[in-house]
T-cell receptor, first 114, second 111 residues
Framework: EAGVAQSPRYKIIEKRQSVAFWCNPI?????LYWYQQILGQGPKLLIQ????????DSQLPKDRFSAERLKGVDSTLKIQPAKLEDSAVYLC????????????FGAGSRLTVL | QKEVEQNSGPLSVPEGAIASLNCTYS??????FFWYRQYSGKSPELIMS????GDKEDGRFTAQLNKASQYVSLLIRDSQPSDSATYLC???????????FGKGTSLLVTP
């Protein structure tokens, strides 16, 4: 089966600019996650979707970050305006159900904010 | 935010030795525990899961869980240079919710 697809793989922007990341989960996976991984740290959950509904966005900085999952399949994570501290890898993951038993990660999108 | 704690390392072991990686968690009601391996520049990949107290073995890997002590560990026997990576401990705080990850322990296996 095809894995979790993410794009772009790399993005360099200046602070205060905007950026968007796209994720296509494994076919049939109802639950989709966006994690932020800053260099030297573990992944931190930003948002969890179950189909097209939000399960948990408690750690999403909503003043600058937004995410949507239209039709319960693809998802987009947007940052506007970006700050230096947003430099990180943005990992998308999906699971078949909501139990988070086996997370399958995409390759990630590496963001550098200058 | 419930905490998952790991020693960041680096942990250096010689080839063929046993590597022992440790993790503690703060949420006593946690039920599911996972170890992910992450090579530099790559995304995490699942290597072990454990749900019950005791040991679970899979090849050279053994996961150990002690819920009373809120402690989970990963043993890697006959360590190989290819095992050199960051090992992330992850805890499921409650069914239906996302995994909480620790910061990871960097393991270096020297030939």
């Amino acid at each position: 089966e095809a894995g979790v697809a993410q794009s772009p793989r790399y993005k360099i922007i200046e602070k205060r600019q905007s950026v968007a990341f796209w994720c296509n989960p494994i076919s049939g996976h109802a639950t989709l996650y966006w994690y932020q991984q800053i260099l030297g740290q573990g992944p931190k959950l930003l948002i969890q979707f179950q189909n097209n509904g939000v399960v948990d966005d408690s750690q999403l900085p909503k003043d600058r970050f937004s995410a949507e999952r239209l039709k319960g399949v693809d998802s987009t994570l947007k940052i506007q305006p970006a700050k230096l501290e947003d430099s990180a890898v943005y990992l998308c993951a999906s699971t078949l159900g909501s139990g988070a038993n086996v997370l399958t990660f995409g390759a990630g999108s590496r963001l550098t904010v200058l | 935010q419930k905490e998952v704690e790991q020693n960041s390392g680096p942990l250096s072991v010689p080839e063929g030795a046993i590597a022992s990686l440790n993790c503690t968690y703060s949420d006593r009601v946690s039920q599911s525990f996972f170890w992910y391996r992450q090579y530099s520049g790559k995304s995490p990949e699942l290597i072990m899961s454990i749900y019950s107290n005791g040991d679970k073995e899979d090849g050279r890997f053994t996961a150990q869980l002690n819920k009373a002590s809120q402690y989970v560990s990963l043993l890697i026997r006959d360590s190989q240079p290819s095992d050199s990576a960051t090992y992330l401990c992850a805890v499921n705080p409650n069914s239906g919710y996302a995994l909480n990850f620790g910061k990871g322990t960097s393991l270096l296996v020297t030939p």
